[in-house]
């Protein structure tokens, strides 16, 4: 079981940069493919980016590409988000978990608190 631990977030401009780690305790966490997504206050929550287990393979929702970045360091057990070119619209809570890459959703059956970003206009 891949107990994740979001942290990173916070109060930035548009136009700015965060980067969000994701710390995934258990011991085979670093043999899955991982993703964050993230919920604003009234929507569902959305895929925003996946890595494969090996860092190979990254894919990105259409909204974030070319902007945000995903990458893991399997040997701290680590995802991070890297967001630069923030928008208010990337306002929302930021959750990691593993995820199907075929579908890109979420498999974890553990949700971390997640962190907040909020970019002001």
Known sequence: QV???ES???LVQAG???RLPCA???R???????GWFRQAPGKEREFVAGISWNGVNTYY???VKGRFTISRDNAKN??????????PEDTAAYYCNRVSLATMTPI???WGQGTQVTVSS
């Open 3 to 5: 107990q994740p631990v």
């Open 8 to 10: 990173g977030g916070g």
């Open 78 to 87: 680590t995802v991070y988000l890297q967001m630069n070119s923030l928008k």
């Open 28 to 34: 085979t966490s670093s043999i899955y493919a991982m």
């Open 108 to 110: 974890g059956g553990y």
């Open 61 to 63: 929702a259409d909204s």
């Open 16 to 18: 700015g940069s965060l």
């Open 24 to 26: 995934a305790s258990g």
